[in-house]
């Protein structure tokens, strides 16, 4: 069996070397076939040679609706080149009129090739699906790749809704529809070419709501060339014609503040032609009117209301019609509850009658402060850390605690003379009598009930003392000048002491006749605490801490503390180089004269 099996093969292989070399065929690879896009080329390769080098024989007839010119580029490889790349929705098909290689032996080739240039495919659409928001009736125009069969349209092109359950046909409108419907808009297609799709739902899109455009498989070209993929673009449409009112509120559930503007704002661009009327306007108040709606100015009357009608029809800008176009009804609410100092921190001259201005309204009749005269480092006590660190922590960052609790050492509650607990804004006088520093507080229900506190706690400090401290610093030594207050005139016999940043005494005196203090520069601080510097106490971190003080009165200055007094306030410019500068004028005459 295996010597049969050994002759047989050696017979099959002798046959096939002893075949004539005119049954052998040069086999063709043809390139494109099928579906093609943007084809500008179309290359044939031979296995051997077919043509002599610089023959000009063309090896296909060529049935294509775009021109082209074909050529040989070696003597295997043909090629033809199109004028420019072909548009979707054609078929071009190539015929061989060669069939033998230069040997005579016979080509491997089909009856004919051909491609086509897939179907229609949606280039853009606009609107444009990732920027906007669609009307209910929305007109898209389709930028497509080729020309359209619109029979083939037909349950092709929809759009898909998620609560509809079945398709919203899409239909098209001709462009000579377009221009009677809307000429403007159809101005900016009027030289396309080709030109676009335009399609509108056959029925009306709901408000706010996703919609899909689909471009079905299957929609053909004029040529017949039908699309081999589906596209889709999502949409959602814009939310319907309301209208809202908003102000400012104390909180959600009150009315709106008498302060401030009401506004009624929509959800779309208001018509020109669309009104409002508003009852309950006092005389001389007008309705301001903008882009997105209307404007009633504050301050408002409290307790007061607005009824605001709409004119009819009452539409935005694409004509639709307002859809909660019932009258709207705005209440004007009291005026909040209010405890105001003018600032955290205040200086009161002791010898003019000193009071500290505190701002109500509408809260409880009966409110009092609590009061608590600081401890000052004068005297026997040196606790200079409690005191800077009262300067510094003179404010709950938590409105809703106290930072004067019930029964706290030294607090004293004082009546605020003349409130009574009225809706009207009201100044009053709080007297701090008593030279010294003063931790001021007020507790109210009526304004923590306004935002959600069981108790809201207003703070302030104030500085009660005829005395002031000028200080000025150079790199060889230092001033204190101490005045008056009452009388602007120095201050003589006042004790003076300097703490530096660390909160350590490093200079101490006493005012001279002038009221002033010199202090060498050892006895100075340095103008800015090393960062590395350990310690609790570096409570500020630039310049320096310095009393005054002489028999009742006391005062005190934060050297690195200019709020209030900053050279742009005056109309000077701000020095931003703090590098040493010595400047000296030199003048061509003297300045002064005798007498």
Not at 183 to 189: G, L, N, Q
Not at 314 to 340: C, E, H, M, T
């Amino acid at each position: 069996m295996r010597i049969s099996l050994f002759r047989l093969f050696t017979c099959l292989s002798l046959f096939a070397f002893s075949m004539p070399s005119s049954y052998a065929q040069t086999s063709v690879r043809f390139t494109p076939e099928g579906a093609a896009k943007h084809v500008t080329q179309v290359r044939v390769h031979y296995d051997q040679d077919v043509v002599a080098i610089g023959d000009k024989t063309s090896p296909f007839q060529v049935e294509c609706p775009f021109a082209g010119q074909g050529r040989f580029v070696t003597t295997k490889d043909w090629v033809y080149d199109f004028q420019e790349p072909l548009p979707a929705g054609h078929r071009c098909s190539f015929t061989p009129v060669l069939k033998k290689d230069l040997s005579g032996k016979t080509l491997s080739i089909k009856d004919s090739y051909s491609f086509h240039t897939g179907g229609p495919q949606i280039l853009s659409v606009d609107p444009n699906p990732e920027y906007s928001r669609i009307d209910e009736e929305q007109l898209f125009v389709l930028k497509v790749d080729s020309l359209v069969s619109e029979a083939s349209l037909s349950g092709r092109l929809y759009f898909d809704i998620p609560q509809i359950a079945n398709p919203v046909a899409a239909k098209v409108i001709s462009f000579e529809a377009l221009k009677k419907q809307n000429p403007e808009y159809a101005r900016r297609y009027e030289k396309s070419s080709p030109m676009p799709l335009f399609v509108q739902a056959a029925s009306r899109f709901p408000s706010d709501k996703t919609i899909q455009l689909v471009w079905s498989k299957g929609i053909e070209s004029r040529n017949g060339v039908a699309s081999l993929d589906r596209q889709v673009f999502p949409f959602k449409t814009q939310a319907a014609f309301t209208v809202h009112s908003s102000c400012t509120r104390a909180s959600k559930t009150t009315e709106c503040s008498p302060f401030d503007d009401i506004e009624l704002s929509f959800s779309s661009w208001v018509s020109d032609k669309a009104e409002i009327i508003v009852d309950g306007l006092p005389k001389g108040k007008t309705v301001e009117r903008n882009s997105r709606g209307f404007v009633i100015p504050g301050p408002h009357k409290a307790g007061s209301k607005y009824t605001v009608k709409f004119s009819k029809p009452f539409q935005d800008d694409a004509g639709r019609d307002l859809s909660n176009p019932a009258n709207l009804v705005i209440g004007v609410g009291r005026f909040p509850p209010l405890i105001k100092f003018p600032s955290q921190f205040g200086i009161l001259e002791w010898k003019g009658d000193p009071r500290l201005p505190v701002h109500l309204r509408t809260v409880e009749a009966g409110t009092k402060a609590r009061v608590l005269k600081v401890d000052l480092p004068v005297g026997e006590n040196t606790n200079i850390v409690a005191f800077a660190k009262i300067l510094k922590d003179n404010r709950s960052e938590d409105l809703s605690k106290a930072l004067l609790p019930d029964g706290a050492a030294r607090m004293e509650l004082r009546e605020i003379p003349g409130y009574v607990g009225q809706d009207k804004f009201e100044v009053r006088g709080l007297p701090l009598p008593d030279p010294g520093l003063y931790q001021i507080e007020i507790a109210s229900a009526d304004l923590g009930r306004a935002y959600a506190m069981t108790k809201m706690y207003v703070h302030a400090q104030a500085l009660v003392t005829d005395m002031v401290i000028h200080w000025k610093k150079t790199d060889d030594n230092a001033l204190a000048w101490v005045t008056s207050l009452a009388t602007g005139l120095p201050v003589s016999g006042a004790s003076v002491v300097i703490y530096d940043c660390e909160l350590r005494k490093v200079g101490a005196g006493t005012t001279d006749a002038k009221g002033t203090l010199f202090l060498p520069a050892s006895q100075t601080p340095v103008n800015e605490c090393s960062p590395h510097w350990p310690g609790a106490n570096n409570w500020d971190k630039k310049g320096a801490l310095i009393t005054a003080t002489k028999d009742k009165d006391f005062t005190f200055l934060i050297s690195s503390d200019n709020d209030g007094i900053e050279s742009w306030r005056f109309g000077l410019s701000e020095q931003t180089n703090w590098e040493k500068i010595a400047i000296h004028t030199i003048l061509d005459r003297s300045l002064f004269r005798a007498g």
